[in-house]
């Protein structure tokens, strides 16, 4: 009996169109901070800084406003010219570059096989039997008596040498070989 085959056709972008989706988020971050960081370059006569709040939240009172006139709406238009740029730039690479197509085939399932069996049947460990768990939990257990007994060995032999009353003499140092000296005689 031939095997059913199912197809589908699975889209990847190119490299450049990668490329314009990473200038276009950056300048969508750029909006982000453009909209929501405030503003605080604002000098009044005296010289203090005056903040002047965000695009998003400009000052309300009519001092804040008389002061700050209309800085908050040029970071409110810097935002709006970021995600402007970003989107369209994520568009036009995504036009110019396109993507990759290609068709893979599997194995069809058949819909009235599976309609009877619950979900979980197709896990593969549901399958397995429960005294696997025990198996394992066995597996640990030993390997876990073996690390305790290399332990215990190590520190023994550590213990066996911080009991040995050994004095240790330094060498002698060696003199130089003066060969020549023999020759002059």
Not at 5 to 16: F, I
Not at 30 to 56: K, L
Not at 75 to 104: C, P
């Amino acid at each position: 009996m031939p095997e059913d085959l199912e197809t589908r056709t699975v889209m990847t972008p190119r490299t450049g169109t990668k490329i314009c989706i990473l200038i276009g988020l950056a300048f969508l971050v750029a909006a982000v901070y453009f909209y929501f960081v405030p503003v605080t370059g604002v000098r009044t006569d005296s010289g203090s800084v005056f903040g002047c709040g965000t695009a998003a939240n400009p000052a309300s009172s009519t001092f804040a406003k008389g002061t700050c006139y209309r800085v908050t709406d040029v970071e409110k238009y810097r935002a709006l010219a970021s995600a402007a740029i970003g989107i369209l730039t994520i568009v036009l690479g995504a036009v110019m570059f396109g993507v990759d197509r290609r068709t893979e085939t599997r194995r069809a399932r058949h819909t009235e096989a599976y309609a009877d069996r619950p979900r979980s049947a197709d896990r593969r460990w549901d399958d397995e039997p429960r005294d696997r768990r025990q198996d394992d939990r066995e597996d640990r257990e030993d390997r876990d008596e073996r690390d305790r007994e290399a332990r215990d060995r190590d520190d023994d032999r550590k213990h066996d040498r911080d009991d040995r009353d050994v004095v240790r003499t330094p060498r002698p140092r060696r003199s130089p070989r003066r060969d020549w000296d023999d020759d002059r005689d």
